[in-house]
């Protein structure tokens, strides 16, 4: 693990304790440097090893010769007339991501992003616009964490921004990147790392089925899937990825998981209401009876417009009468509260800029232009 080149250094933001604990065996220390490290890291937002001070001066001087501790450069930061935070951070590449911070109260749930740019192409979305890039890296991951619990007054040993839920929903699908965004979450809900409840760490999918089954072996986080639709017809235009993973297939790996999960938990699925598209109440009854069969609870989200997309948001009205039908029919459904669109950061309008590798912004805005 220790590398032999004295230029490349090992980042050991991203390392969870497990890869901490190795890190220093291998370099002839005892196991328990690592929760030492871990705890400076992430309780105290501490990158300098010389302010590690329960560690020797050998040891500190060690370190730096071997690894660093960095997270991404950021490179913009706008706050909201409601007061979201959003954090535009370059990684390495030359592409950069978004993170957005969403107070309530005393508490505040962070959105965090997985990819530069996204694999997917879901046509209500403004990342899948922006074409896609590459995997972060778990580091790059829990370092949009790291930046956002420092963003307060910084005392030490405090989360001045109370981040009391991490939600993987921004740039990106996080089940394509299923190693390094599993490391980032078992970072956020370790003890030394950022504390946070399996049960408020969620994951969303848009549907990769197979990583579903697979998180489920690895990992106890909670779990959301953007579904937007009733049926594989409608589903198939607007989250593409259904045309390999169909709705029925969606929902038994969700049973699943939730068979793993135990302990009463629910799976939040995530509907996205388009004028004249999804958002009929002949939809709503068809979402009804779908669900039958899946404990969960559904998020309604009023869509987010952002530049040259077809789409429209559902009136207030249409949305109001979407979630009766779903209240009529014994489900808990609430109507997500749009934050942080007047620098969008809303739901749907992370785009980042993305050294895109498919050419699909470029096939995107001359389709808009024709």
């Given amino acids: 693990m220790v590398t032999s080149n004295p230029k490349a250094k ?10 901490l604990e190795a890190f220093f065996l291998e370099l002839g220390e005892k196991r328990f440097r690592g929760s030492q490290v871990m705890k400076w890291m992430h309780h105290y937002g501490v990158s300098d090893f010389n302010d590690m001070t329960n560690m020797s001066k050998a040891l500190r001087l060690q ?4 690894a660093e ?3 991404p450069e950021i490179v913009e930061q706008h706050t909201s007339e409601d007061g979201t935070k959003k954090w535009v951070v370059k990684i390495e590449g030359g592409s950069s991501v978004e993170t957005v911070l969403i107070p309530d109260g005393n508490r505040a749930t962070l959105c965090v992003s997985s990819q530069a740019g ?3 192409d879901c046509s209500f979305c403004s990342t899948g616009k922006q074409g896609f890039n590459r995997n972060l890296s778990a580091a790059e991951i829990i370092g949009q ?3 956002a619990s420092q963003s307060g007054s910084n005392r030490a040993g405090t989360n001045d921004q109370n981040i009391s839920n991490v939600v993987m929903m921004g740039m990106g699908e996080p089940l394509l990147n299923f190693d390094n965004a599993v490391n980032a979450m078992e970072i956020m809900m370790h003890d030394l790392g950022y504390g946070i409840s399996k049960r408020r760490v969620t994951l969303s999918t848009a549907g990769v089925v197979p990583e579903i089954d697979h998180l489920g072996e690895v990992s106890d986080v909670s779990l959301a899937i953007s579904l937007h639709a009733p049926n594989d017809e409608l589903r198939n235009q607007l989250v593409p990825i259904n045309r390999k993973y169909p709705i029925s297939e969606l929902i038994a790996a969700c049973q699943r998981y939730l068979k793993v999960l135990g302990d009463r938990r629910v799976i939040t699925v995530e509907y996205t209401l388009i004028e004249g598209v999804n958002d009929q109440l002949l939809h709503a009854r068809e979402l009804a009876k779908l669900l039958r069969p899946l404990p969960c609870k559904i998020n309604l989200i009023p869509f987010n417009p952002f530049p040259n ?3 429209r948001r559902s009136s207030r009205k249409a949305v109001l009468a979407f979630q009766q ?3 009529d029919a014994g489900y808990t459904a609430t109507v997500r509260v749009t934050r942080g669109d007047d620098i969008a950061a809303a739901c749907g309008q992370l785009v980042g800029e993305v050294q895109d590798r498919t050419r699909r912004s470029e096939r995107y805005i001359t389709a808009v232009r024709l």
């Fill in 325 to 327: 039908v779903l209240a």
């Fill in 309 to 311: 997309t077809p789409y």
């Fill in 145 to 147: 964490v790291w930046i």
């Fill in 118 to 120: 996204c694999a997917l």
């Fill in 69 to 71: 501790i960095r997270g």
């Fill in 10 to 19: 090992i980042n050991l933001l991203g390392m969870t304790i497990g890869q």
């Fill in 63 to 66: 370190l730096a010769e071997v």
